[in-house]
Nanobody, 119 residues
Framework: QVQLRESVPGLVKPSQTLSLTCTLSGGSITTNSYYWSWIRQPPGKGLEWVGAIAYSGSTYYSPSLKSRTSISRDTSKNQFILQLNFVTPEDTAVYYC???????????WGQGTQVTVSS
């Protein structure tokens, strides 16, 4: 059974780098056709796609966050990692990792991790 689990970063201060890790079990991040995504939900707002890394290792980013975002992977640990630089309080959100399946649907989600940016 596929399961995704986000790390818990806790409190991050403005201008610091947020780093989140998503660990996959019950599958492989190199399996053909899957895209491993980061999605966030600020308080009182809808879901916002942050970016993704494909099974091939190719990366894709939201245009509004691209200059501050990096997504990488560690295939030996079956993990993909989000780094968001120069965070501000506007980056406060619940961050989810999710799998985009071959049917174009997000079929597996992590439980979400709260990220609070505050001094």
């Amino acid at each position: 059974q596929v399961q995704l689990r986000e790390s818990v970063p806790g409190l991050v201060k403005p201008s610091q780098t947020l780093s989140l890790t998503c660990t996959l079990s019950g599958g492989s991040i190199t399996t053909n056709s899957y895209y491993w995504s980061w999605i966030r939900q600020p308080p009182g707002k809808g879901l916002e796609w942050v970016g993704a890394i494909a099974y091939s290792g190719s990366t894709y980013y939201s245009p509004s966050l691209k200059s501050r975002t990096s997504i990488s992977r560690d295939t030996s640990k079956n993990q993909f990692i989000l780094q968001l630089n120069f965070v501000t309080p506007e980056d406060t959100a619940v961050y989810y990792c999710a799998r985009l399946g071959s049917m174009g649907l997000y079929d597996y989600w992590g439980q979400g991790t709260q990220v609070t940016v505050s001094s």
